[in-house]
């Protein structure tokens, strides 16, 4: 019997092991369409965001980030679920007692909303000592 060389040998051994890849991609497949979905569900697609032509975009988004929802007829959500001003206060109470003091805020108020429902939103805001809160808007003008 001839002897294989070494060389011989190492190609033999060299067999990627196809199932585990697979195994590997399905798992990033997932891990994608969940994180996806997530995106999603934090930003409610019925509010028409009002235009801020000269606004500064933000860079980097804080992964801390709470985004409160006020719909058109004042109705609030946290994470596309409903919540009224005293939920608002316990979520971000619970934010801040996990997170800090220093958390970001975002409230993405529609163009037709009542400024006294976003005051609610902002008392509720204040009354958990957090302190950074922005607006989203568009960027470019709306039509």
């Known amino acids: 019997m001839a002897k294989r060389s070494r060389k011989e040998r190492d190609q033999e051994d060299a067999d990627v092991p196809i199932s585990a890849m697979i195994d590997v991609v399905f798992l990033l497949i997932i891990f994608f369409v969940v994180t996806a979905t997530l995106d999603r569900d934090i930003e409610d697609e019925t509010i028409r965001l009002c235009s801020a032509p000269h606004g500064k975009p933000v860079k980097k988004k804080d992964p801390r980030t709470v985004t409160i929802n ?19 206060s316990n979520v971000l109470k619970n934010a801040a007692n996990q997170f800090g003091t220093d958390i970001p805020i975002i409230i993405r108020a529609d163009k037709s909303v009542l400024h006294g429902y976003v005051k609610k939103v902002m008392d509720s805001i204040t009354a958990t000592g957090l302190y950074r809160i922005k607006f989203q808007a568009l960027k470019e003008k709306n039509r």
Not at 73 to 88: F, L
């Open 70 to 88: 006020v719909r058109s007829d004042g109705t609030c959500t946290i994470s596309g679920n409903v919540a009224s001003p005293e939920t608002v």
